[in-house]
T-cell receptor, first 112, second 111 residues
Framework: KAGVTQTPRYLIKTRGQQVTLSCSPISGHRSVSWYQQTPGQGLQFLFEYFSETQRNKGNFPGRFSGRQFSNSRSEMNVSTLELGDSALYLC???????????FGSGTRLTVV | GDSVTQMEGPVTLSEEAFLTINCTYTATGYPSLFWYVQYPGEGLQLLLKATKADDKGSNKGFEATYRKETTSFHLEKGSVQVSDSAVYFCALTPTGNQFYFGTGTSLTVIP
């Protein structure tokens, strides 16, 4: 079966711009989570959605937002980009409970 | 709060050597524990998991045992291969809604 698909794979944006990243979870997975991965901070939790509702949110500023659609696909948006937002953004989906995540390959965002 | 501490790398081993990557955790209640592996340029892949005390997760020759008394979940492999070179992450979830990851341990296996 198809895995978690993230688009685009690579993105270069300028400071002050906004960006939208997309994630298609594994069919049947209703839980979608987003993480930011950087060499200095490791994996940091952004938010988790289940059935179009945000269930958990990490400690990120309001510039980071997300949503989930009725087909479980999810998007995250970052507004007013800063250089420090350069990172690998990983989406993960799960059947829920304690099954563990299946991760996508990530979107590498570079802010210049 | 909940957290995971894993040994810092990088770790360099010769092929067929024994591997141990230490992982300890802090959590209230009874979390589930995981090991994930990340190959260059890719996302994380679930390697193994354990959902209750004394459970042993295993996959591809890797093993880890959920030790509640020592709050540990050390990853082991008896004989590593060059293809095992990757970054390994220990993780826990208390509820399944949010995961807490360690900082990752880079492993390089040389022929």
């Amino acid at each position: 079966k198809a895995g978690v698909t993230q688009t685009p794979r690579y993105l270069i944006k300028t400071r002050g711009q906004q960006v939208t990243l997309s994630c298609s979870p594994i069919s049947g997975h209703r839980s979608v989570s987003w993480y930011q991965q950087t060499p200095g901070q490791g994996l940091q939790f952004l938010f988790e959605y289940f059935s179009e509702t945000q269930r958990n949110k990490g400690n990120f500023p309001g510039r980071f937002s997300g949503r989930q659609f009725s087909n479980s696909r999810s998007e995250m948006n970052v507004s007013t980009l800063e250089l420090g937002d350069s990172a690998l953004y990983l989406c993960a989906s799960s059947l829920g409970q304690l099954d563990g995540y299946t991760f996508g390959s990530g979107t590498r965002l570079t802010v210049v | 709060g909940d957290s995971v501490t894993q040994m810092e790398g990088p770790v360099t081993l010769s092929e067929e050597a024994f591997l141990t990557i230490n992982c300890t955790y802090t959590a209230t209640g009874y979390p589930s524990l995981f090991w994930y592996v990340q190959y260059p340029g890719e996302g994380l892949q679930l390697l193994l998991k354990a959902t209750k005390a004394d459970d042993k997760g295993s996959n591809k020759g890797f093993e880890a045992t959920y030790r509640k008394e020592t709050t540990s979940f050390h990853l082991e492999k008896g004989s590593v291969q060059v293809s095992d070179s990757a970054v390994y992450f220990c993780a826990l979830t208390p509820t399944g809604n949010q995961f807490y990851f360690g900082t990752g341990t880079s492993l390089t296996v040389i022929p």
